[in-house]
């Protein structure tokens, strides 16, 4: 009977070498989604990440340098305290004419 003859299947230091690849395979996975997030601390570029677009809970975040900011939508239709300025047409090519109010 050989494999009982056989001490090195019975290393238990054997156990703790594969537990240890287990770890670094799930650690290089986890830089590689920290590096692939648009929001990364790391990166000095800008960012704009939506969130549930079109749904009442939609959120946005921009990322300029360090900073960022959240935006969360309300129910609230666009509501202000400004005033007409003009009105805005567009053209069947696709261009955008505004036309300001008269004074």
């Known amino acids: 009977m050989r494999f009982l003859d056989e001490e090195e299947n019975d290393d ?3 156990s703790v070498v594969n537990l240890i690849d287990v770890f ?6 986890l830089m590689i989604v920290i590096v692939r997030n648009p929001l990364n601390p790391f990166v000095a570029e800008n960012a704009v990440v939506v969130e549930n ?3 009442p ?3 946005i975040t921009v990322k ?3 900073e960022l900011t959240r935006y969360e939508s309300s129910s609230e239709i666009g509501r202000g ?3 007409r300025a003009g009105i805005a047409y567009k053209l069947p090519d696709g261009r955008m004419i505004y036309v300001p109010e008269g004074q």
């Open 12 to 14: 238990p230091l054997l």
């Open 24 to 29: 670094l395979v799930v650690i290089a996975m």
């Open 53 to 55: 677009p079109g749904k």
């Open 57 to 59: 809970e939609m959120r």
């Open 64 to 66: 300029q340098g360090q």
């Open 81 to 83: 305290q400004g005033v």
